[in-house]
């Protein structure tokens, strides 16, 4: 399916671990790595996780990313305010021969 | 420092074009491909189109083929998206974008275009 789908909202208490899922099929997330992207109201998005699960310089560890067969997810343990944010996964796609972004997840620090 | 920095956005008419620049500074510029991502304010990120180091391969989502245009000149650090025959749906602010999925990823700050009569 051409189409990467992510809860809309998420939601935890300070400390916590939260865990987003971005769900696809074989043209993308089955054959394709895996970014996710954090954008905090009014900026640009930033960088969390590339090739699946591998952190950017400057990303705290509590950032961590998996694939597994068509479906990618993204944890964030010890859960911060400032993690309050939306949260996009992306995947090239072999059907549309393009990027498909998923449809994003808001992050609410309870 | 990377820096990414979109310019030419602004309100357009339908049908009308606009040619949004990013220009590129703080690395190697001739290096990656580039890429244009859109989203409209308050909803989610839009893949544009892509470009190739030496300007020779683009690719672009079907929503906007035939009406887009990515190229780049290398020479001056800088990478271009032509649109023409813009409509309301374009609506949107425009990010540019290096090495998308990569290790180096990086974006600009963004340039809203807005098609309204």
């Known amino acids: 399916q051409s189409v990467l789908t992510q809860p809309p909202s998420a939601s935890g208490t300070p400390g916590q671990r939260v865990t987003i899922s971005c769900s696809g099929g074989?043209?993308?997330?089955?054959?394709?790595?895996v970014t996710w992207y954090q954008q905090l109201p009014g900026t640009a998005p930033k960088p969390l996780i590339y090739?699946?699960?591998q952190r950017p310089s400057g990303v705290p560890d509590r950032f961590s990313g998996s694939k597994s067969g068509t479906s990618a997810s993204l944890a964030i343990s010890g859960l911060q305010s400032e993690d309050e944010a939306d949260y996009y996964c992306?995947?090239?796609?072999?059907?549309?021969?393009?990027?498909?972004f998923g449809t994003g997840t808001k992050v609410t620090v309870l | 420092e990377v820096h990414l920095v979109e310019s030419g956005g602004g309100l357009v008419q339908p049908g009308g074009s606009l040619r949004l620049s990013c220009a590129a500074s703080?690395?190697?510029?001739?290096?990656?491909?580039m890429h244009w991502v859109r989203q409209v304010p308050g909803k989610g990120l839009v893949w544009v189109a892509r470009i190739n180091t030496d300007g020779r391969t683009t690719t672009y989502a079907d929503s906007v083929k035939g009406r887009f245009t990515i190229s780049r000149d290398n020479a001056k650090n800088t990478v271009y998206l032509q649109m023409n025959s813009l409509r309301a749906e374009d609506t949107a602010v425009y990010y540019c974008e290096r090495d998308l999925g990569g290790r180096d990823d990086s974006w600009g700050q963004g340039t809203l275009v807005t098609v309204s009569s």
């Open positions: 074989w043209s993308n997330i089955g054959g394709h790595t």
């Open positions: 992306v995947a090239w796609d072999d059907s549309l021969n393009g990027y498909l």
């Open positions: 703080g690395f190697t510029f001739s290096s990656y491909w």
């Open positions: 090739s699946n699960s």
